[in-house]
């Protein structure tokens, strides 16, 4: 099933922006997360945006977007991290975000201390207005943070 494949990006309090053409975006995917990021991967593809995706899951077999995923490789950079100790997971996160400009565009999707993990480091690099937090319970998260 394919979905409109419009290059806006809707964010998750029902605003919508197309980021400008050289803007770099780092997509992060966590748990069960991984449809919500693809979507907004392939929109940033049609786009002609470069993105970076970093897909993190607990075991190989878990991901029910194996090939969602590996479709997105033609487009832009794909990374699966897999079982990854906490302290690899950091440094995993930390490397992704520590060559980001200012204005870079973050989004995240996956479960709320994931999203908050990303959410914290990425503020050291990109201006806070560029973290999107996206998927199921990131509105909660967003009004716990305002």
């Not at 950079?77 to 400009?101: M, N, Y």
């Amino acid at each position: 099933m394919r979905d409109n494949l419009s290059p806006v990006i809707a964010g998750p309090a029902g605003t919508s922006a197309i980021p400008e053409q050289h803007t770099r975006s780092i997509l992060f995917a966590g748990g069960t997360s991984t449809r919500t990021i693809a979507g907004i991967a392939r929109r940033l593809a049609v786009a002609g945006q470069r993105f970076e995706l970093h897909h993190f899951l607990q075991s190989a077999d878990r991901s029910a977007q194996h090939d969602e995923i590996d479709a997105l490789r033609h487009h832009g950079k794909v990374h699966r991290h897999v079982d990854l100790p906490h302290a690899l997971f950091e440094q995993a996160c930390t490397h992704a975000l520590s060559p980001a400009r200012a204005n870079t565009q973050i989004y995240c999707s996956g479960p709320p201390a994931f999203m908050d993990f990303i959410a914290h480091h990425a503020r050291d690099w990109v201006y806070a207005a560029n973290i999107h937090r996206v998927g199921p319970g990131a509105q909660a998260l967003q009004s716990k943070s305002t």
